[in-house]
């Protein structure tokens, strides 16, 4: 970058000066197609003395004439012929280049893309996103894998490809998101549990011995926080670090687990889910991905399936 500096300046003015312009070469493709200055004058809309101007540049730039006079027209040099392959193939390549993306060929499209989620998405959701995803694209590979820490570290150097999850905190501006759907905790005990009889009051729900989910080490969460105005408190006995284990806990004993419901909807099957007693916490679901692939066609139609899955209501 130049500075104030008058060397530094002089310096770059000197790599300017070197630079080519690249302009130059579709001149040059245009002038060695037609074999004429009018006629690629026209082509280009530039009249013939403009025309010449650019040839007398070409000239200067290649050190060499490209086009002598033969006759009543203009013969190509020796480098003339030469160029002319390579600057047709350079041009074409650089339309190429800026052209806008066109439609994407899902059924061409061979490629890995990871999610990162918490557990019982995959369970709730990856069946049906790997058969749509594989429906229109069979060369797409889905992995699946766990959240290892909460950052967005993953996210900016490709590791990962979208992330599912809750935002609890601002997100740094190169982070995209969208919401997926919001959920609602449940109680969640075994079919032989003493509250699976009879009314679940606060009272009871909070007596009941409980397993906690704390991905941070935090002794109480968003349920503790929602049943603290009853004035009761829960007796948390074991904190797990994700639904699946807590539910696992809670189809072995007496424990009870509370979860996202849909989220946790294929883990809690063959136990007994309930409405909580008091106003059930929710927490909206989001899909996270970096801005550097907002416009990638294959990754925009992957975000578009994750949405499809996620929003269209579970048929048995």
């Not at 009314?199 to 935090?218: D, F, I, P, Q, W």
């Not at 926080?225 to 189809?251: H, K, N, Q, S, W």
Request: include cysteine; proline fraction near 5%.
């Amino acid at each position: 970058m130049c500075t104030g500096r008058h060397a530094t300046r002089h310096l770059c003015d000197r790599v300017r000066m070197a630079r080519p312009d690249l302009n130059l070469l579709i001149t040059l493709d245009v002038l060695l197609e037609e074999g004429s200055v009018t006629r690629a004058g026209e082509r280009l809309a530039l009249s013939p003395s403009a025309m010449s101007r650019q040839l007398a540049r070409l000239r200067r730039a290649t050190g060499d004439p490209l086009l002598v006079r033969a006759g009543r027209g203009l013969a190509p040099t020796p480098r003339a012929v030469e160029l002319r392959d390579r600057v047709r193939d350079l041009v074409r390549d650089a339309e190429d280049v800026l052209r806008p993306v066109g439609e994407l060929d899902l059924a061409g499209l061979d490629r890995t893309f990871t999610v990162r989620s918490t557990d019982g998405f995959v369970e709730r959701f990856g069946p049906d996103l790997v058969a749509e995803a594989g429906r229109a694209a069979p060369g797409v590979r889905l992995r699946f894998v766990q959240k290892a820490k909460r950052d967005h570290g993953a996210l900016r150097d490709g590791g990962v490809d979208l992330e599912i999850g809750v935002i609890d905190r601002a997100l740094p501006p190169d982070i995209a998101n969208t919401a997926l759907f919001t959920d609602r905790f449940v109680g969640v005990v075994r079919s032989a549990h003493p509250l699976h009889t009879g009314a679940v009051t606060t009272a009871r729900y909070a007596s009941a011995r409980h397993v906690h989910v704390a991905r941070r080490g935090l002794d109480e969460g968003l349920v503790d926080e929602a049943m603290r105005p009853t004035g009761y408190r829960r007796d948390i006995v074991t904190v797990v670090d994700g639904f699946g284990a807590a539910l696992a806990l809670a189809r072995t004993s007496d424990l009870v687990a509370t979860v996202p419901e849909r989220h946790t909807e294929i883990l809690r099957r063959g136990m007994r889910s309930f409405a909580l007693p008091f106003r059930a916490p929710e927490v909206t679901v989001s899909l996270l991905w970096h801005v550097r692939l907002q416009a990638d066609p294959a990754h925009r139609w992957l975000r578009g399936r994750v949405l499809d899955v996620c929003r269209t209501p579970k048929t048995e």
